[in-house]
């Protein structure tokens, strides 16, 4: 079956930096997606890999190995609006999005 | 308009009552996806369209029904609706569902509680 695995819940301290991990089981890859989802809200695109190797968008960064199945998003001098969950979402060999559960992202003064 | 939009935000639904929940696009997105999400789980998809007059099944179609009539709307409906239908529901879209950075925009959801 397809997976994609994430960790539930971390925490972080303001300012600080922190990464997502995120490893992925899929029937074919044509990307993998990160999004960000505060409370009561909906998913917004944040990055997007589909070559191996480091995605860099001012704060947040994505990396993605393909022999690995794996990805990570590093967030770095965290603020207190990145309080949220960050899911990961890699598109198989039909193009649909496979989600993962999401980690939920808590970060402290 | 600017995106997708739902209707409705909220809804309290009795069991066996059927419901119609509204997504409406205004990005001229050939792609259209119905999704739920439920606490501890990933988004799973429940109906999606490539393109106006087009539908297909997803991961978790049972009890759902959807309809492509033109490339702005695309409706979602639970003919007979069961308390595990219970969920939030969200609707997406993108400008196609080929591959590449391809990435879905998502309307601001459906929260549906049945009783």
């Known amino acids: 079956g397809q997976n994609i695995d994430q960790p539930t819940e971390m925490t972080a301290t303001e300012g600080a930096i922190v990464q997502i991990n995120c490893t992925y089981q899929t029937s074919g890859f044509n990307g993998l997606f990160w999004y960000q989802q505060h409370a009561g809200e909906a998913p917004t695109f944040l990055s997007y890999n589909v070559l191996d190797g480091l995605e860099e968008k001012g704060r947040f960064s994505s990396f993605l190995s393909r022999s690995k199945g794996y990805s990570y998003l590093l967030l770095k001098e965290l603020q207190m609006k990145d309080s949220a969950s960050y899911l990961c979402a890699v598109m198989d060999s039909n193009y649909q999005l496979i989600w993962g559960a999401g980690t939920k992202l808590i970060i402290k003064p | 308009i600017a995106g997708i939009t739902q209707a409705p935000t909220s809804q309290i639904l009795a069991a066996g009552r059927r419901m119609t929940l509204r997504c409406t696009q205004d990005m001229r997105h050939n792609a259209m996806y119905w999704y739920r999400q439920d606490l501890g789980l990933g988004l799973r998809l429940i109906h999606y369209?490539?393109?106006?007059?087009?539908?297909g099944k997803g991961e978790v179609p049972d009890g759902y029904s959807v309809s492509r009539a033109n490339t702005d709307d695309f409706p979602l409906t639970l003919a007979s609706a069961v308390p595990s239908q219970t969920s939030v529901y969200f609707c997406?879209?993108?400008?196609?569902?080929?591959?590449?950075?391809?990435?879905?925009?998502f309307g601001p959801g459906t929260r549906l509680t049945v009783l």
């Open positions: 997406a879209s993108s400008i196609s569902t080929s591959g590449g950075r391809n990435e879905q925009f």
């Open positions: 369209s490539n393109t106006a007059g087009t539908t």
